[in-house]
């Protein structure tokens, strides 16, 4: 592979994995407290830097200097992000449900994505570090894939959120029970969605 091509499909990659479905469910749990679409879109970045800034922290450390990151510890990063959806989602079921209007509580909201993307990165960014080492035969090409693959994931997240963000405010909007539906649906997926990750990280081929 080369050196373009490897970076072209980092970033084809990375906005690709922001569709990926814990991604979408941790957005559509944040929106819930976010109106507008530039408030949305801020979150959003904000996730996507906190968890490119973990994946990268793995993902250079697998690329450049060569660690081998153990399996229990992949395994224990995928239920650490399983417990973090189904915490999520059981925080915005008890919560007040109200918009985050105040400036104190949109600088929590921006701390809360920030530290969620944090976590979210640590899944899977030794997996795909170690694909990029055995794809890409210069360390210095595979970690500017890296690089490109993490600013795809932020603008992917920034993208759909702008986008999921008019759905969902305009739900939110007519209040009543189409907002009640909204906050637990949201709410109710993240936590079947890490159910799954959490069982998929103690049962599934990852496990054995």
């Not at 990268?56 to 450049?64: E, K, T």
């Not at 600088?107 to 055995?134: D, F, K, P, Q, Y």
Request: hydrophobic fraction near 60%.
């Amino acid at each position: 592979m080369t050196g373009a091509s490897a970076l072209l499909l980092g970033l084809g990659l990375g906005l690709r994995h922001a569709a990926d479905a814990d991604h979408l469910v941790v957005v559509a749990t944040l929106l819930q407290r976010e109106r507008g679409p530039r408030r949305a879109a801020l979150v959003a970045a904000l996730w996507g830097l906190g968890h490119s800034a973990t994946f990268l922290g793995v993902g250079l450390l697998v690329v450049l200097l060569g660690l081998r990151v153990p399996a229990p510890f992949e395994r224990a990063a995928e239920l650490l992000v399983a417990l973090m959806l189904i915490a999520l989602g059981a925080w915005h079921l008890v919560r007040p449900q109200r918009p985050a209007l105040a400036s104190g509580h949109g600088g929590a909201a921006h701390a809360r994505s920030v530290v969620i993307g944090l976590v979210h990165g640590l899944a899977g960014s030794a997996g795909i570090a170690l694909l990029a080492t055995t794809t890409i035969p210069s360390r210095l090409w595979a970690a500017a894939y890296l690089t490109l693959f993490g600013l795809g994931t932020v603008a992917g997240m920034v993208a759909l959120t702008v986008v999921l963000s008019w759905p969902i405010g305009w739900t939110l909007a007519r209040g009543g029970a189409a907002r009640r539906f909204s906050v637990v649906a949201a709410a109710l997926l993240g936590i079947a969605t890490g159910v799954v990750v959490g069982a998929d990280a103690l049962f599934g081929a990852g496990a054995q």
